[in-house]
T-cell receptor
Framework: AQSVTQPDIHITVSEGASLELRCNYS??????LFWYVQSPGQGLQLLLK??????LVQGIKGFEAEFKRSQSSFNLRKPSVHWSDAAEYFC??????????FGAGTTVTVRA | GAGVSQSPSNKVTEKGKDVELRCDPI?????LYWYRQSLGQGLEFLIY????????KSGLPSDRFSAERTGGSVSTLTIQRTQQEDSAVYLC???????????FGNGTRLTVT
């Protein structure tokens, strides 16, 4: 069975600082990996995804994530955080057919 | 509509009552998921529909939960004899396939009193 761990429940970062959100997964094969963001009062939105190829994936809103097979990780990064990045972030892993498992989420607070 | 539509957006019900939650998917999206988001928890998979295949019900927490998808389109999640622990946001998501992004509805916030 697949599982996803987001070790950080809550992260506070200053505006303009860099951000890294951790995601570790457990899955027997190479999974499909996703990051979703849920802004306050809004629905979930896909930030980026990885299926194969280049292990550094670029997403929307200036986010990127790197797949590291040896560490079973898919950490999300942004070089310079904006106040509008305050949200909850979910990492998800999918089997090669359909079922997505989501992590518990990391809440990001941005301070001025 | 342009997106996944869920109704009602909010539902308050008394313990022991039955509730029905509705999801209208994006046209052409053959895969439909129900997830539950409880306070402080991640997204919990409930059930998955793909075309005419038998649904994957492995995530349903008890036999009080059931779901249907009629004609491969609209889906209804039914919770019988609701309990307080059923209070959560129930999210519906649809996609063309696993390599395509999930499109989530805004959810139904269920409160069981």
């Amino acid at each position: 069975a697949q599982s996803v761990t987001q070790p950080d429940i809550h992260i506070t970062v200053s505006e303009g600082a860099s951000l890294e959100l951790r995601c570790n997964y457990s899955y027997g094969a190479t999974p499909y990996l996703f990051w979703y963001v849920q802004s306050p009062g809004q629905g979930l939105q896909l930030l980026l995804k990885y299926f194969s190829g280049d292990t550094l994936v670029q997403g929307i809103k200036g986010f990127e994530a790197e797949f590291k097979r040896s560490q079973s990780s898919f950490n999300l990064r942004k070089p310079s955080v904006h106040w509008s990045d305050a949200a909850e972030y979910f990492c998800a892993v999918g089997e090669n057919d359909y079922k997505l498992s989501f992590g518990a989420g990391t809440t990001v607070t941005v301070r001025a | 509509g342009a997106g996944v539509s869920q109704s009602p957006s909010n539902k308050v019900t008394e313990k022991g009552k039955d509730v029905e939650l509705r999801c209208d998917p994006i046209s052409g999206h053959t895969a439909l998921y129900w997830y539950r988001q409880s306070l402080g928890q991640g997204l919990e998979f409930l059930i998955y529909f793909q075309g005419n295949s038998a649904p994957d019900k492995s995530g349903l927490p008890s036999d009080r939960f059931s779901a249907e998808r009629t004609g491969g389109s609209v889906s209804t999640l039914t919770i019988q004899r609701t309990q307080q622990e059923d209070s959560a946001v129930y999210l519906c998501a649809t996609t063309r396939g696993v390599t395509s992004p999930l499109h989530f509805g805004n959810g139904t916030r269920l409160t069981v009193t």
